[in-house]
């Protein structure tokens, strides 16, 4: 897997990470029970512990999950921060008059 | 009439005649597409303005002026939560004017701060 450190407030790589269906179940799963293992995290979901794991590692590059403790018995806990910037994000996007503006001009002219 | 403080301008030529614009400010879905929010807008002086966007926030208000394919005001205030957790934004005033010109129609849009006369708010 390649490693990056997105740019604070980078949407792309959280968006990424929460295009996955089992990605959002483990994001669920930590945000309602709070930090757990990677075992514990298994149990739950319908997916190998080796799939659990792969996830885990988008969402930590995402910014989604913070690890603590030693390797055994590591405990994922989730990080929203990533989340609202994404949500500023979305709501920036054609907030303003000019994008608004461009995006009239194109659906007049598209049906002219 | 409330004073008016100036406010920025934003321009767009539109290869279509100032008819064909106006349908996209009076038409609920139409405004709704190009606004980038759930509008819904009665265009009669008087009539109602509702704005929802995607974070959740609301802008309602009141139209001020219609001229058909020509000129559209109305103004509005942001609204977040409810009752006691009611917060307004402060008012501002949004005027859409159309102006036909040789490709077509000069779209422009300024927004500026509602200085809300005594006793009218």
């Known amino acids: ?112 | 009439m409330p004073d008016q403080l100036p406010g920025e301008v934003h321009e767009e030529t539109i290869g279509a005649p100032p008819g064909d614009v106006w349908g996209f400010m009076v038409d609920p879905a139409a405004l709704s597409a190009w606004f980038g929010a759930d509008a819904w807008l009665d265009p009669t002086a008087g009539g109602g303005v509702l704005f929802r966007f995607a974070d959740g926030s609301i802008r309602r208000g009141t139209v001020l002026e219609v001229e058909r394919s020509r000129r559209l005001t109305w103004r509005w205030r942001e609204q977040r939560g409810v009752g006691f957790g009611l917060a307004l934004g402060e008012a501002t005033r949004v005027t859409i004017e159309l102006e036909p010109v040789d490709d077509g129609t000069r779209v422009r849009i300024t927004e500026s701060p509602l200085v809300q006369a005594r006793g009218t708010a």
Do not use: C, N
């Not at chain 1, 740019?7 to 790589?13: K, S, T």
């Not at chain 1, 298994?42 to 030693?70: E, F, I």
């Open chain 1, 1 to 112: 897997m390649t490693q990056r450190s997105p740019e604070p407030g980078d949407p792309d790589p959280v968006f990424e990470a929460l295009a996955d269906p089992t990605r959002r179940a483990v994001i669920e799963a930590l945000a309602d029970d709070g930090p757990t293992t990677l075992s514990d995290l298994t149990r739950r979901l319908p997916v190998t512990r080796q799939a659990v794991a792969k996830h885990l590692a988008v969402l930590q590059d995402a910014g989604l999950v913070d690890t603590s403790g030693p390797v055994r018995g590591r405990m994922y806990s989730f990080t929203p921060q990533p989340l609202t910037d994404a949500m500023t994000w979305i709501v920036d996007v054609g907030a303003g008059w000019d994008e608004r503006l461009a995006r009239l001009k194109r659906q007049v002219e598209r049906r002219a």
